[in-house]
């Protein structure tokens, strides 16, 4: 099972920017999918970015296209998300969460997909 922990959450104003990264400890997969997704009080689960770590291939949300960045080191222990441009309604949880699947599919964008999930970090953007 892989463990995983999220950090660099925060409060900041609109415009400004933030990274979070998840660390994953424990078995790492040989090739898989690994995503970032968010939840606001009173929403449901949202998927935010993916990134294949086979190939490097990325994958966003419409909303977060142009701002958002998902990347991992070379090391496959880390992933990032910086973010930018932050807008109000980025405000949520975020989780990172790690998939078995050799690679990000069009089912990325499901819970389901994923196996293993970091407990979140809450980040705040005031207007």
């Known amino acids: 099972q892989v463990q995983l922990v999220e950090s660099g959450g925060g409060s900041v104003q609109a415009g400004g920017s933030l990274r979070l990264s998840c660390l994953a400890s424990?078995?790492?997969?040989?090739?898989?999918?690994m995503g970032w997704f968010r939840q606001a009080p009173g929403k449901g689960r949202e998927a935010v970015a993916a990134?294949?770590?086979?190939?490097?291939?990325?994958i966003y949300t419409n909303s977060v296209k142009g701002r958002f960045t998902v990347s991992r080191d070379s090391a496959r222990t880390t992933l990032y998300l910086q973010m930018n441009s932050l807008k109000p309604e980025d405000s949520a949880m975020y989780y990172c969460?790690?998939?078995?699947?050799?690679?990000?599919?069009?089912?990325?964008?499901?819970?389901?997909?994923?196996?293993?999930w970091g407990r979140g970090t809450q980040v705040t953007v005031s207007s």
């Open positions: 969460a790690a998939s078995p699947s050799y690679a990000c599919s069009e089912d990325w964008v499901r819970s389901s997909f994923y196996s293993d």
């Open positions: 990134i294949s770590l086979g190939d490097s291939r990325t």
């Open positions: 424990g078995y790492t997969y040989s090739s898989n999918c």
